[in-house]
């Protein structure tokens, strides 16, 4: 079972570039989230999704855009991307009052 | 702003103790709560899980609600090596089932 699957793991960008991180599932879940972790804290929500179709913003959404254009897939896009945005990004998905599953993360360095 | 907050960190126990880990959360109508373990340079994963109050007990892992103090902890009997990591609180708003809102972490040692 592949579960989360998260790609790249790793990447580092240029100030101003742009990239778009993949997230897909294969467990049918209807809700996904995208967040980040900067070194020594705790989850931060980006955005998530409660279905096809349908996204809304978390915690800390700016500078970065998503879509869900199908159940399985959740990218995340990073536009003009800025040192600040350096940092662990994780996918997740749930089917509800179920616990999440987590990717295995992409680390983002920008320069 | 709906908060969930753990205990300070870092928490150091000796191997073969108990080590308690507390997390309070500000949403009197929250339904689900979660424990996930993060090793460093990992992803989180599932603990434990706990929806009503009292005690959930799996193997070494005590989960315990009281929803009327707004409360939950977790504790790891005869501690091991490899359960240091940090201790991930989450709990599910109400009424938006999936979404959950996680504390910061509390980062256990457990010396041999």
């Known amino acids: 079972n592949a579960g989360v699957t998260q790609t790249p793991k790793f990447r580092i960008l240029k100030i101003g570039q742009s990239m778009t991180l993949q997230c897909t599932q294969d467990m049918n879940h209807n809700y996904m989230y995208w967040y980040r972790q900067d070194p020594g804290m705790g989850l931060k929500l980006i955005y998530y999704s409660v279905g096809a179709g349908i996204t809304d913003k978390g915690e800390v959404p700016n500078g970065y855009n998503v879509s869900r254009s199908t159940t399985e897939d959740f990218p995340l896009r990073l536009e003009l991307a800025a040192p600040s945005q350096t940092s662990v990004y994780f996918c997740?998905?749930?089917?509800?009052?179920?616990?999440?599953?987590f990717g295995d993360g992409t680390r983002l360095s920008i320069l | 702003q709906k908060e969930v907050e753990q205990n300070s960190g870092p928490l150091s126990v000796p191997e073969g103790a108990i080590a308690s880990l507390n997390c309070t959360y500000s949403d009197r109508g929250s339904q689900s709560f979660f424990w996930y373990r993060q090793y460093s340079g990992k992803s989180p994963e599932l603990i434990m899980f706990?929806?009503?109050?009292g005690d959930k007990e799996d193997g070494r892992f005590t989960a315990q609600l009281n929803k009327a103090s707004q409360y939950v902890s977790l504790l790891i009997r005869d501690s091991q090596p490899s359960d240091s990591a940090t201790y991930l609180c989450?709990?599910?708003?109400?009424?938006?089932?999936?979404?959950?809102?996680f504390g910061d972490g509390t980062t256990l040692t457990v010396k041999p």
């Open positions: 706990i929806y009503s109050n």
């Open positions: 997740a998905s749930t089917g509800g009052h179920q616990p999440q599953h």
């Open positions: 989450a709990v599910n708003e109400s009424p938006d089932a999936g979404k959950s809102t």
